[in-house]
DNA sequence: AATTAATTTTAGATTAACTTAAAAAATATT
DNA sequence: AATATTTTTTAAGTTAATCTAAAATTAATT
């Protein structure tokens, strides 16, 4: 049985490697989990004792068979009970982050696989991102950044790409959400920001990391 | 913000002085707790510093005010989840417990009072026990051991005062649980035990010590 | 290549929660 | 009341997870 702490480390590891694209450093690590080097470097050592992290010193980590299994795990049960939250509970999107971050810790097999099937077995949370399946299996879409459409055409929100409290709740406002859809109406060339039009109605211009972030699929 | 294990104090110090109708001995709550004495009065005097609890030494401990609010805060929570686990998620109710008992600890007003929203602000958790209110008020009930009712006289299962495993899993067998009305049709002058009627139906006999641990409403 | 800067690790301490063993206090028994 | 038993506390030490500060290693820059 794991502490919170390894796990955290362990889905640490697994979005770092995931994102960068190669081994995550102890200073990346310790950004992430809001630590010091020294500590990271510690439980690292610990971790790598429990073969749960290829571990070399200043080499940076990557994720075992094992431990890969582990933080996939941690991806589904957080996903699940933020599908949970926001549609059974009806919580706004960005209050389900932290709740969930508890939640994913209690393990229990059976726990999980009932939810699944109570929320119908969701394949994406409500951000958009993949649900892995009980046997650590994410499903791929076709997507792409709003960023990348071309003017006159349109794309319905499959997700987003950032997660921060700011860019959901501008998100809100603008009532954009997955499922919507968008015409790029006009590019302004200064800045690269877009005039878009929301779901067939309101009309308005996001800046273009906003565009970025948007990931959508062609229609 | 206090942790798991102090939590767990505050919830066993609530359980022993109920029951016992007086403060609670460390020597119990080591039991209870399944810990050694020597850690009890460790943590007795770290949750007397944080004025949760009243104790003097060699005097066993009552809760404060606070102590008692956040006691009462656990249980409000753990019987919502297993509210939530039983009717939603389908679990038998001896399976319950043990995770009610991990995700009581994830504190959050706004989840709570969500939960309690969407389970129909049930009063009562499977086990019959009543769910403290917001303000932290249980429901009273008139109920009595079905080893009180007379021959002849038919109560209907409000609730069990014993939740062993063991014990849930016999009721199962016997189709008993809350809701069901059992009807006294013989006493065994031998053992006290019972012979009965479950939901004018299945016949059978129940050893006394059942019958005091099912408590029943006379209709 | 040598120096500077950044990153990572070690060393040494701290804290919460726990343990065992021995001492102290309270309670029960003769 | 004195003694024995039970209960509770203290003392001393362990482990996981953290920290700060200093040392070691690697990477970047002149």
Redesign the pocket.
Known sequence: ML?F??ENYLKAIFKISEKEKKSA????L?KHLE????????????LSEKELIH?E????VTLTTEGNRIATSLIRRHRLWEVFLVDKLRFDWEHVHDLAEELEHIYSEELISRLDAFLNYPKFDPHGDPIPNAEGRFTIRNQMPLSELSTGQTGQVLGVKEHSNAFLRYLNQIRVKPGTTIKIEERIDFDASLRIQVDNREHCTISYPVAQALMVKKI
Request: aromatic share 8%; hydrophobic share 20%; net charge positive.
């Open positions: 502490s702490t390894e450093s102890t200073n990346s310790a630590t010091t080097p020294a500590s990271v470097t510690d439980m690292l050592k610990r571990y010193r200043y080499r940076g």
